[in-house]
């Protein structure tokens, strides 16, 4: 089993910036991606970033130059730095892990993402 735990949501003014964290906790071994999601109102959940154990990163093109996904391993701590955010980001967002090889995804409580003046 994974846990994941995220933090750092919050009201943010249109270019802003924010970064959201994920702490990753079990069998840490087992994962293959790691990865953010967001989900707005009345929307499908959409992937925002992912970043595998091998260091392949894909962001969602309405994402690419803004956000960037890293990772800690000594902290066990995926992390999603937002700047210059558009109230079009808002969402709530979800950390997410994928298991090496059952590929069953492994999912956070979720985190509120507003951006608004």
């Known amino acids: 089993q994974v846990q994941l735990v995220e933090s750092g949501g919050g009201l943010v003014q249109p270019g802003g910036s924010l970064r959201l964290s994920c702490v990753v906790s079990g069998s840490i071994f087992s994962i293959y991606a790691m990865g953010w999601y967001r989900q707005a109102p009345g929307k499908q959940r959409e992937l925002v970033a992912q970043i595998t154990t091998g260091d392949s990163i894909n962001y969602a093109d309405s994402v690419k130059g803004r956000f960037t996904i890293s990772r800690d391993n000594a902290k066990n701590t995926v992390y999603l730095q937002m700047n210059s955010l558009k109230a079009e980001d808002t969402a709530v967002y979800y950390c997410?892990?994928?298991?090496?090889?059952?590929?069953?995804?492994?999912w956070g409580q979720g985190t509120q993402v507003t951006v608004s003046s």
């Open positions: 997410n892990a994928v298991a090496r090889y059952s590929l069953r995804s492994f």
